[in-house]
């Protein structure tokens, strides 16, 4: 496989979750399904909990937004099963979680419930965080190579934690000086990358960041930030332009930092 040489100058490693890390299939097959299948208990059982009201609040200022923007919401049906107001909130609150999972919304509320939800399934080890082969060995000879190693993903920080502290490979969290996730901004938003130099302590020239979203990639260059895309089996397919423009591998052993053994 052909190397991908990153620069020199290069001290941090970003990484994306799902389409980079980890199969999109785990994402869409395990962990969504996931969602789906528990929510109505979720919400059900801790609808009373500080934590699940902060999470409904979130929703509901997103809602808000939502409409102040005109976009589009789910149509709340009538729906005759429910008789009580906290039923009938538990099912809005529902449709909207539902409605946002299947436009793959990436909104910051949506994240947060999902986490929190995520908590059970990985501590009961139903679900293990999958990672492709190619990403652990890599990031320990990064680290070898004196570079530090971040996570940027529309997950939650919660999330990502659980996905490397619960993973096919064990707890990987000490690989990682740290997590960024939405609440710093967007990741089709370049300020969101500048933001994450400046929490890093570095140039944006000194990250390096690898993403299967090429508006992610973007979005990073106009910030300085050098990118390189990640193509694994289920990703979307690239155009001829992004695929002239954009340095890509199939697997994280194909960089090589240029000047460093
Ligand atoms: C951290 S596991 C949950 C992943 C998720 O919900 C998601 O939307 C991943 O998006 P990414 O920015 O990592 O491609
Ligand atoms: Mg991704």
Same mark, same amino acid.
């Given at each position: 496989?052909?190397?991908?040489?990153?620069?020199?100058?290069?001290?941090?490693?970003?990484?994306?979750?799902?389409?980079?890390?980890?199969?999109?299939? @785990?994402?869409?097959?395990? !962990? @969504?399904?996931?969602?789906? $299948?528990?929510? $109505?208990?979720?919400?059900?059982?801790?609808?009373?909990? *500080?934590?699940?009201?902060? *999470?409904?609040? #979130?929703?509901?200022?997103?809602?808000?937004? *939502?409409?102040?923007?005109?976009?589009?919401?789910?149509?709340?049906?009538?729906?005759?099963?429910?008789?009580?107001?906290? +039923?009938?909130?538990?099912? +809005?609150?529902?449709?909207?979680?539902?409605?946002?999972?299947?436009? *793959?919304?990436?909104?910051?509320?949506?994240?947060? !419930?999902?986490?929190?939800?995520?908590?059970?399934?990985?501590?009961?080890?139903?679900?293990?965080?999958? %990672?492709?082969?190619?990403?652990?060995?890599?990031?320990?000879?990064?680290?070898?190579?004196?570079?530090? &190693?971040?996570?940027?993903?529309?997950?939650?920080?919660?999330?990502?934690?659980?996905?490397?502290?619960?993973?096919?490979?064990?707890? %990987?969290?000490? #690989? @990682?000086? =740290?997590?960024?996730?939405?609440? /710093?901004?967007?990741? &089709?938003?370049?300020?969101?990358? +500048?933001? /994450?130099?400046?929490?890093?302590?570095?140039?944006?020239? $000194? /990250?390096?960041?690898?993403?299967?979203?090429?508006?992610?990639?973007?979005?990073?260059?106009?910030? =300085?930030?050098? %990118? &390189?895309?990640?193509?694994?089996?289920?990703? !979307? +397919?690239?155009?001829?332009?992004?695929?002239?423009?954009?340095?890509? &591998?199939?697997? @994280?052993?194909?960089?090589?930092?240029?000047?460093?053994?």
């Amino acid at each position: 496989m052909a190397t991908v040489s990153i620069p020199a100058c290069t001290s941090a490693l970003l990484l994306d979750i799902e389409g980079t890390t980890t199969p999109i299939t @785990f994402v869409k097959d395990i !962990l @969504f399904p996931y969602i789906r $299948e528990h929510l $109505e208990e979720y919400l059900s059982t801790h609808w009373e909990e *500080d934590e699940c009201k902060q *999470d409904v609040h #979130l929703l509901k200022k997103q809602i808000e937004e *939502d409409m102040r923007q005109n976009r589009s919401c789910p149509v709340h049906t009538v729906d005759q099963t429910v008789h009580t107001d906290e +039923e009938k909130a538990i099912r +809005e609150v529902m449709d909207n979680v539902l409605w946002q999972m299947a436009a *793959d919304r990436k909104s910051t509320a949506l994240k947060q !419930l999902q986490g929190h939800m995520w908590r059970a399934a990985y501590s009961s080890g139903r679900i293990k965080g999958e %990672v492709y082969q190619d990403v652990i060995p890599s990031i320990k000879r990064w680290r070898g190579q004196g570079l530090k &190693v971040y996570i940027y993903s529309s997950g939650s920080v919660e999330a990502q934690k659980l996905l490397f502290g619960y993973s096919v490979e064990g707890d %990987v969290l000490d #690989l @990682f000086d =740290g997590h960024f996730d939405t609440s /710093i901004g967007a990741k &089709v938003e370049c300020k969101s990358y +500048e933001r /994450i130099a400046e929490r890093i302590g570095c140039q944006p020239e $000194e /990250i390096t960041f690898l993403t299967d979203v090429t508006r992610e990639a973007k979005a990073a260059e106009e910030a =300085g930030v050098n %990118v &390189v895309v990640v193509v694994r089996p289920g990703n !979307l +397919e690239l155009t001829d332009d992004e695929r002239a423009h954009y340095d890509l &591998v199939t697997s @994280f052993s194909q960089l090589e930092l240029t000047g460093r053994a």
